[in-house]
């Protein structure tokens, strides 16, 4: 399966932004799907993942009550809700699809090219 994320943008401190990763090629129902972010010179963090087969999604700590992960299953596409984006925010936001419930970014794979999402201050 194949991952592209997308709707990255530059947006003030306190807006909104919604991301999109669409999949090409069947996604298995044991998987997990989930968001990272990687800023330049830092390693890729967890932000978000959701079981494909269920509504159970989990949270990285530094996003918690500000963004929410979603799917639509007959459209193979996961979304991130964005919402209070602080500066720290900024980064590469990759998709990712894996097999465990972790927040592991080695227990993820089939990574797209990302889309960059910058908070201004």
């Known amino acids: 399966v194949q991952l592209q994320a997308s709707g990255g943008g530059l947006v003030q401190a306190g807006g909104s932004l919604r991301l999109s990763c669409a999949a090409s090629?069947?996604?298995?129902?044991?998987?997990?799907m989930a968001w990272f972010r990687q800023a330049p010179g830092k390693e890729r963090e967890f932000v978000a993942g959701i079981r494909w087969s269920r509504d159970y999604a989990y949270y990285g700590n530094s996003v918690k009550g500000r963004f929410t992960i979603s799917k639509n299953n007959a459209e193979n596409t996961v979304y991130l809700q964005m919402n209070s984006l602080k500066p720290e925010d900024t980064a590469v936001y990759y998709c990712?699809?894996?097999?465990?419930?972790?927040?592991?970014?080695?227990?993820?794979?089939?990574w797209g090219q990302g889309t960059q999402v910058t908070v201004s201050s």
């Open positions: 990712g699809r894996g097999s465990t419930v972790t927040t592991m970014a080695t227990s993820f794979g089939n």
């Open positions: 090629g069947r996604i298995y129902s044991s998987s997990i």
